[in-house]
């Protein structure tokens, strides 16, 4: 990818007014947010579901995927920390040696993310009757895998989720990290092959693979998590779990049943979708 290391050492904010910023971060989150209710959108028309439903479903989605992430980053990658600082969980801020300081919510975890919006659209489904749950999760993930495109590449801007020193000239120079070796851009790694899943989730869309329940979101357990694992080896430990299972990174053990899972969704024998039930 790179011929020679390159220095990289971007302002983590877009624009800032006072003590008010929007952070490259956020902004890609905005974009992905975006972008997956346009692709819904269309989706909803091209299959003749009324638009009040996806109004809901965006908001069921924001929430749960937000919380989901964050508690996921709070239990499965930095429990040590918020368990005594219980009021930073679910509020932006930090305990410095001058007091709080408002820092945004720099900590999420994308396997969390996974689980809460599962929980999400289960609840979104139970209130809202519309199709079943797994028709929504199989059109669901197609701007999902576009959205993890965009908060990758938002975890480029913030030089965090960094890969292991490369040891030579190829990679990236975090030096807004204070370094002046290379790394492996692992953020860059995962967002690539996020980008390319969403494109076959679309092409898959279009097929006839769409009317096999299931089938697509265990295409996007399986692919995605297989990515996640593979960048796992390249990537600095991000803690957790791992202390205790040194075999593997926490991310890797975390993948590993959601691949299963998305392995048995592709192979199980169903019958095409034939109603709303």
Do not use: C
Not at 244 to 269: A, C, D, E, F, H
């Amino acid at each position: 990818m790179f011929l020679s290391k390159i220095d990289w050492a971007p302002s983590e904010t877009l624009f800032k007014i006072g003590s008010f910023g929007i952070h490259y971060y956020s902004l890609m989150f905005i974009i992905a947010f975006g972008l997956g209710y346009y692709i819904m959108k269309k989706i909803f028309d091209q299959e003749k579901i009324p638009l009040e439903h996806l109004e809901s479903l965006f908001v069921y989605m924001i929430i749960s995927i937000l919380l989901g992430a964050r508690l996921g980053d709070v239990f499965f990658y930095s429990w040590d920390y918020y368990r005594d600082h219980l009021i930073e969980i679910l509020l932006p801020i930090r305990d410095t040696p001058t007091g709080y300081t408002f820092t945004g919510f720099r900590g999420l975890a994308s396997h969390g993310a996974v689980i809460g919006s599962l929980l999400g659209l289960y609840l979104y489904r139970r209130k809202f009757k519309l199709k079943s749950l797994i028709w929504i999760l199989d059109r669901v993930v197609v701007p999902t895998s576009i959205g993890a495109f965009f908060v990758r590449i938002g975890n480029f801007f913030n030089s965090e989720i960094v890969g292991e020193y490369t040891n030579s000239n190829f990679g990236v120079v975090f030096l807004n990290r204070g370094e002046n070796a290379a790394r492996h851009p692992a953020q860059l790694y995962e967002a690539i092959g996020y980008l390319i899943l969403f494109f076959l989730l679309r092409q898959l869309y279009k097929s006839a693979k769409k009317d096999k329940p299931g089938f697509l979101l265990g295409v996007f357990f399986t692919s995605m998590f297989i990515i996640r694992f593979l960048v796992e080896f390249l990537k600095e430990s991000q803690g957790g779990f791992e202390t205790y299972l040194p075999i593997l990174s926490t991310g890797q053990w975390l993948s590993i049943p959601l691949i299963l899972l998305g392995i048995y969704l592709m192979v199980r024998k169903t019958n095409t979708i034939t109603s709303e039930a």
